[in-house]
């Protein structure tokens, strides 16, 4: 299994009543208020929070914070909130922004659509930002993925105008994954590329680990396999430094499928055994089932059947504990594959026959078809 990587961030969520940035807003307000300093609140984004405040009209306080945050990624919000005074508001872009969004979230996409192009008024950068990523959402909701990918470029372009990093690399990611998952290779990769050296200039770690093992991907579908692992293999040291177990879980997940493509299953098996480790360690029987059933059909083809075989079913048994049918129908073939090699015949058209049940009850038609397969040759 192959996973994309990319970081969530508030551009697309539903304002009003429980909005983390409204309550953020809420709270740097209070504290300033009281004359207390706002650099220890902990806010989902400080420039998504200062447009909030600048907002509600006080550009002051919005300065003040802005002041307060100071970071990599706030280097130019003090000039951006400044240029915001005296502003003409821009309520009506807010209203189109939550009325969009509100019909995103109730999987409404076409009409969240409708009220982003009816959506008028003066707009801020941020603003602007924010109303073409749910765009962006809204058409790959749609599966209209170059137009969605298009949205998240031009958010991606507003962001970096004013040195909004956070926005801009959000929206870069989720470009690069539109344009992936389209086809466009070349246009991934920029896209990625373009998030890499944001990332380099937020200084941050776990960015460019995503970045690069985003790079990776691209490498892997255009079939250069070692530039692909070279990109994950950076994306690994990277993810260590960072001590982001869940990142590093992607990326060995990642490493151990090219080392098997270029066939050094030594490689592989050992990506495996750190995966199955970092799985256990995070809590994921998913994850496990997955990198279990892997490392099975990697030491079955390396010549070790009956350590595969255990592996297997040790998948097996988690998939049936959780009621998973289909992993459970994975690991049912990867058996039988072990067993015909151990010479077990009988247990492998046995093992066959199980898998092409528990697929058809999970409707893994992929699964079936390659039982069916395995069953009929068993038995020739």
């Known amino acids: 299994m192959v996973r994309l990587l990319g970081l969530f961030l508030i551009l697309a969520a539903p304002a009003g009543a429980g909005d983390p940035v409204s309550d953020a807003a809420d709270r740097v307000l209070a504290a300033l208020a009281k004359g207390e300093s706002a650099a220890a609140i902990a806010v989902p984004d400080p420039w998504l929070v200062a447009e909030e405040i600048c907002a509600r009209g006080k550009p002051q306080e919005a300065l003040s914070f802005a002041r307060a945050v100071e970071s990599p990624d706030t280097q130019r919000l003090c000039e951006y909130v400044a240029g915001r005074k005296g502003a003409p508001p821009d309520d009506a872009a807010r209203r189109a922004f939550a009325d969009a969004n509100a019909a995103l979230f109730a999987g409404n996409p076409a009409n969240a659509l409708m009220i982003l192009d009816g959506a008028k008024?003066?707009?801020?950068?941020?603003?602007?930002?924010?109303?073409?990523?749910?765009?962006?959402?809204?058409?790959?909701?749609?599966?209209?993925?170059?137009?969605?990918?298009?949205?998240?470029?031009?958010?991606?372009?507003?962001?970096?105008?004013?040195?909004?990093?956070?926005?801009?690399?959000?929206?870069?990611?989720?470009?690069?994954?539109?344009?992936?998952?389209?086809?466009?290779?070349?246009a991934a990769l920029s896209a990625w590329e373009?998030?890499?050296?944001?990332?380099?200039?937020?200084?941050?770690?776990?960015?460019?680990?995503?970045?690069?093992?985003?790079i990776g991907l691209v490498f892997r579908e255009l079939g250069d396999i070692p530039r692909a692992i070279a990109a994950e293999e950076k994306a690994l040291v990277l993810a260590q430094s960072a001590g982001h177990a869940p990142t590093r879980l992607v990326v060995v997940g990642n490493l151990a499928s090219l080392h098997a493509i270029a066939g050094n299953d030594e490689k592989a098996l050992a990506c495996q055994r750190d995966r199955i480790a970092l799985c256990r360690e995070l809590g994921d029987p998913r994850g496990l089932m997955d990198a279990l059933i892997d490392q099975g059909l990697i030491l079955e083809r390396s010549g070790k059947p009956a350590e595969g075989r255990d592996a297997l079913r040790e998948a097996?048994?988690?998939?049936?504990?959780?009621?998973?049918?289909?992993?459970?129908?994975?690991?049912?073939?990867?058996?039988?594959?072990?067993s015909n090699a151990l010479g077990e015949h009988a247990q492998a058209i046995e093992a066959w026959e199980a898998s092409v049940k528990l697929a058809e009850a999970a409707g893994a038609r992929g699964t079936r078809i390659r039982a069916l397969w395995g069953m009929a040759a068993s038995r020739m």
């Open 121 to 186: 008024g003066p707009l801020g950068a941020v603003m602007r930002c924010r109303l073409e990523s749910t765009r962006g959402f809204a058409l790959a909701n749609l599966g209209r993925r170059a137009e969605s990918a298009k949205a998240f470029a031009e958010a991606a372009d507003a962001a970096s105008a004013v040195g909004w990093l956070a926005g801009a690399v959000a929206n870069l990611n989720e470009a690069g994954r539109m344009c992936l998952l389209d086809g466009e290779h070349a």
């Open 316 to 338: 097996y048994a988690i998939a049936e504990q959780g009621g998973d049918a289909a992993r459970m129908a994975k690991a049912a073939s990867g058996i039988a594959i072990a």
């Open 194 to 214: 373009e998030r890499l050296a944001i990332e380099e200039r937020r200084r941050s770690e776990l960015g460019r680990a995503e970045s690069l093992a985003n």
